[in-house]
């Protein structure tokens, strides 16, 4: 069997260029650059041309319901792009930047993969501008001031500690801290109570950075994020506190988009990284808007399938944004295939047409996800050395039955080389597309017809069940009067449904919501379906075990 190159090993290899130089093929100057090193290099928001933005080519990525090892979303995104410059069509790529938790735990590096990558990796997938440590700081602050006031005996406002929403947020996979009891050891070290750590990725300050159109939107939101209730019940916002402002300033540089480069010399933007299976799992609006104004055609990504990432790009940040894409590339592998049609997770690699055909149900409700916004999907197959031919034939049968196309995309193997059919496939449905996106719900509506619209329409639902923790919930919205926000579903990326061992395409099943939570600075409410976590745990064998650095600064072990 031929031998490949890790993903590191092309990256290391690859001759990138300055940053200033990859600026110039979009019109910015050195002078507008606030550069970090030679590679990298921040965007000052006036670059953003809102007249271009509603003229350019918005192209949305998403997937069929993945396996645990995720189906190269991003590989795709980047390789589509690399394609895409190839025709002809001046085009950016953007992303959301890669959280330390998965880099160490499973993933290993999230920058794409083969010859469809974006560097430096290595920066990127590390501590890259300090973006997430920015907004880990401006979330700990308000942490801080939270339980400074607690304990304050002349400022205090009256925050009832049993009801702080708020927790303190790491970048790193680490299940120990979840629940924690702060505040012990004496009258001087604070006022004991529980609380407990979640992901950066999963603050709603990241939902905040990547929901705001510049910095006063950002402050507003910021200031809107509800932390507690006094014990008169009383709702308390971070605006109370007076934390908007310091908050605010620690994100200054965190809010202006990251400009990097694919291996083939062209411009990429990387900004946020919200988690798709808690908040809206795209990069951010300025990021999308940047690239929309810098360039003709945008590639962009939203996380998992179109059930997750897809729907919450399409219904919350269009939006907020004023987007709307000119199409939906549905990246499907034929593992994912051979898994829904009910292979097991060891057996995934080992040809088997039959499981293919029988997996085409879970890819078919993606197609018609896209369709039910008014859009015309292109099916990307990315190719993995383990596909036969047979199977690659009984996607594209069956896709084209569906009246939609299937190309095969190989930018893993080729780069944009492999991906140059792809592009002609997408640059003819985008360039013949001229209507704008149907949301799935209007905002008005209530909450509970808001969720079951997603539930219904999206995952297939026939039924909502309301556990009593989200009926009280739902009561306590409305009387904040926060039930005219978009809605953003925590659910398992691994099924349709909240039950992740229902693959393929599941009928006639309940989605139950135990519990919503108010995201009222990010701009809306979150119902919790199964048990979702905002503080993932290490596998057994993390990755981080195999990553080194040598005298000479050469890192090893990051893929």
Known sequence: MKKYKSDLEIAQEADILHIKKIAEKIGVGECELEMYGKYKAKLPLNLINEEKVANSNLILVTALTPTPSGEGKTTVSIGLSEGLNKIGKKTIVVLREPSLGPVF???????????????????????????????????????????????????????DPRTILWKRVMDMNDRSLRDITIGLGGTTNGVPRQDGFNITPASEIMAILCLANNMDDLKSKLGKILIGFTFDKKPVYARDL????????????????????????????????????????????????????????????????????????????????????????????????????GVSLKEVNSPNAGAVYKGFENLTKHIENAQMYGIEPVVAINKFVTDTDEEVEVVKELTQKLGVKAVVSEGWEFGGNGTVELAKAVAEVVDN???????????????????????????????????????????????????????????????????????????????????????????????????????????????????????????????
Request: glycine content about 10%; overall charge positive; hydrophobic content about 40%.
């Open 105 to 159: 735990g499973i993933k290993g590096g999230a920058a794409g993969g083969g010859y469809s990558q974006v560097i430096p990796m290595e920066d990127i997938n590390l501590h890259f501008t300090g973006d997430f440590s920015a907004i880990e700081k401006a979330n700990n602050l308000l942490a801080a001031l939270i339980d400074n006031n607690i304990q304050s005996r002349t400022k205090s406002i009256g925050i």
């Open 242 to 341: 007076k934390a908007v402002g310091a908050m605010a300033m620690l994100l200054k540089d965190a809010i202006k988009p990251n400009l990097v480069q694919t291996l083939e010399g062209n411009p990429a933007i990387l900004h946020g990284g919200p988690f798709a299976n808690i908040a809206q799992g795209t990069n951010s609006i300025l990021a999308t808007k940047m690239g929309l104004s810098l360039s003709d055609y945008v590639v962009t990504e939203a996380g998992f399938g179109s059930d997750l990432g897809a729907e919450k790009f399409l219904n919350i940040k269009c939006g907020y944004g004023g987007l709307s894409p000119k199409t939906i590339v549905i990246v499907a592998t034929v593992r994912a295939l051979r898994y829904h049609g």
């Open 433 to 559: 597309q001229t209507n704008k996106i149907k949301p799935l719900y209007k905002w008005d509506n209530s909450v509970e017809d808001k969720i079951f619209k997603i539930a219904n329409k999206t995952y297939g639902a026939r039924e909502v069940k309301y556990l009593p923790a989200a009926k009280r919930k739902l009561k306590q919205i409305a009387d904040l009067g926060l039930d005219k926000l978009p809605v953003c579903m925590a659910k398992t990326q691994k099924s349709f449904s909240d039950d992740d061992k229902l693959v393929g395409r599941p009928q006639d099943f309940i989605i139950t919501v135990r519990d919503i939570e108010i995201a009222s600075g990010a701009g809306f409410v979150i119902p919790i379906t199964g048990k979702m976590m905002r503080m993932p745990g290490l596998p057994a064998t993390p990755a981080a075990e195999g990553m080194d650095i040598d005298n000479d600064g050469n890192i090893s072990g990051l893929s």
